[in-house]
């Protein structure tokens, strides 16, 4: 039960766009399409932006993105924002009937 | 209000037990599988455990397999985790999270987290 790979820090300025890359196995992100992204700020619980790859929950912005290839999953943010400033999270179930959490990164929002 | 409000974490030995309990309120948990989810200070999130929404299936991270045991009363809306054996590097504040597909869209609830702090 590795943890998916993430860079641990990425930057934009307002109104760029950026992309999270997770990196997974066979095993987890390339068997199945039920990778979820989060968003966490400092003391704050995490929030679900986009589940199954690419699909967002009600009243997630459309400026966030999922999708996928192969054993990788990213996240693409457009139009950054100041309040985007956050770690990012992806999870992935896996064939072991469990999950995992990628590392996380840290958008920083120049 | 959808609330999940997590309780009974604090210090402990190591080697210790501690049970927490995660109380839902504003929903049914019932039709939810159930997740636990902790973060070691200043580090990522970590997948623990997850419960189906019947209780009847459950799984765990390596890491805790053997020692922490996943539990649910949904008669009374409750989740719980008994975590035995105790390490340092259980240190961590623990959410516990409801997961649920609604049509095209999906039911996504955490609670604020309970500390744990394994220490002599």
């Known amino acids: 039960q590795s943890a998916l790979t993430q860079p641990a820090s990425v930057s934009g300025s307002p109104g760029q766009s950026i992309a999270i890359s997770c990196t997974g196995t066979?095993?987890?992100?390339?068997?199945?399409?039920?990778v979820s992204w989060y968003q966490q700020h400092p003391g704050k619980a995490p929030k679900l932006m986009i589940f199954?790859?690419?699909n967002r929950p009600s009243g997630v912005s459309n400026r966030f993105s999922g999708s996928k290839s192969g054993n990788t999953a990213s996240l693409t943010i457009s139009g950054l924002q100041a309040e985007d400033e956050a770690d990012y999270y992806c999870i992935s179930y896996t064939t072991s009937s469990t999950w995992v959490f990628g590392g996380g990164t840290k958008l920083t929002v120049l | 209000e959808v609330q999940l409000v997590e309780s009974g974490g604090g210090l402990v030995q190591p080697g210790g037990s501690l049970r927490l309990s995660c109380a839902a309120s504003?929903?049914?948990?019932?039709?939810?599988?159930m997740h636990w989810v902790r973060q070691a200070p200043g580090k990522g999130l970590v997948w623990v455990s997850r419960?189906?929404?019947?209780?009847?299936?459950?799984s765990y991270a390596d890491s805790v397999k053997g020692r922490f045991t996943i539990s649910r009363d949904n008669a009374k809306n409750t989740l719980y985790v008994q975590m035995n054996s105790l390490r340092a590097e259980d240190t961590a504040v623990y959410y516990c999270?409801?997961?649920?597909?609604?049509?095209?869209?999906?039911?996504?609830?955490w609670g604020q987290g309970t500390l744990v702090t394994v220490s002599s």
């Open positions: 199954d790859v690419s």
């Open positions: 504003g929903f049914n948990i019932s039709s939810y599988y």
């Open positions: 066979s095993s987890d992100i390339g068997s199945y399409n039920y």
């Open positions: 419960i189906s929404s019947d209780g009847r299936s459950t």
């Open positions: 999270a409801a997961r649920k597909r609604d049509g095209n869209n999906f039911n996504d609830y």
